[in-house]
């Protein structure tokens, strides 16, 4: 494996890159939202016929959770997979998300813990970490690696490319949020917004969940086929 230190991201690359994989794969990356939350989704259709409580409101925090971290999981996979020009099998995909979960999980727990100390402190701080490790659950997924040395793995790939990510994060953010208040005009126009429907809610969660997950498995992908000249086949070869 021949290693290019020089490289650096390029951020116009990387965000038309992660719209384009996510929107050729719209149907199956929602379906897949739409399986990993299902749990939610049954929780709220009966929340809404069931007397408020907030034994039923904090369940249904965990369940949100995860199936968005299932979901991490199998996106991930799923990216990869069309970036090395192959479809991805939707039961191998939510398998994929169902067996990396518990080191999705941990490493999440752990990586967000560190940037919310961070971003207690100065707040600039914790927009760096968010950026040194913003990889490190795609390492956990496609290279079955631990919580440290997915980290580390992190740390690695994103050198040299951080502040190119976090321009990206940033734009590609913005494009969503445009996206989403155009959807939320359309929903205004056939509800009050002050009180959204349940249909609604589930369906923006549904649609938005998928969109931080194609990002950082195209920001993985085109990492490690810039810093290291890999195949793109080689990425995924755990899963063959």
Not at 29 to 35: D, N, P
Not at 48 to 60: H, I, M, N, V
Not at 106 to 133: D, E, N, R, W
Not at 178 to 185: A, C, E
């Amino acid at each position: 494996m021949t290693r290019t230190p020089t490289f650096s991201l390029r951020i116009g690359a990387l965000v038309g890159q992660a719209i384009s994989t996510h929107f050729r794969n719209l149907l199956p990356f929602t379906l897949l939202s739409a399986i990993a939350l299902g749990p939610w989704i049954a929780l709220r259709l009966y929340a809404s016929t069931a007397e408020p409580s907030q034994a039923l409101l904090w369940t249904g925090v965990v369940l949100q959770q995860l199936g968005s971290q299932i979901l991490v999981g199998a996106l991930t996979y799923g990216v990869v997979q069309h970036l090395r020009g192959e479809p991805a099998n939707l039961a191998m995909t939510v398998s994929v998300g169902v067996q990396s979960f518990l080191r999705v999980i941990a490493v999440s727990i752990v990586v967000g813990l560190i940037i919310g100390v961070g971003t207690l402190l100065l707040f600039v701080p914790g927009i760096i970490l968010m950026m040194c490790f913003y990889v490190a659950i795609p390492a956990a997924v496609l290279e079955r690696k631990g919580i440290g040395a997915s980290m580390r793995r992190s740390l690695d790939l994103t050198r040299g490319s951080r502040w190119q990510i976090f321009g990206a994060a940033i734009l590609f953010g913005l494009i969503m949020i445009g996206t989403f208040m155009l959807l939320g005009l359309v929903m205004a126009s056939t509800s009050d917004l002050s009180n959204p429907p349940l249909w609604a809610e589930i369906t923006l969660n549904v649609l938005i969940a998928p969109f931080g997950s194609t990002m950082a498995g195209v920001c993985y992908y085109m990492l490690r086929m810039g810093k290291e000249n890999v195949d793109s086949k080689q990425i995924a070869a755990v899963f063959d």
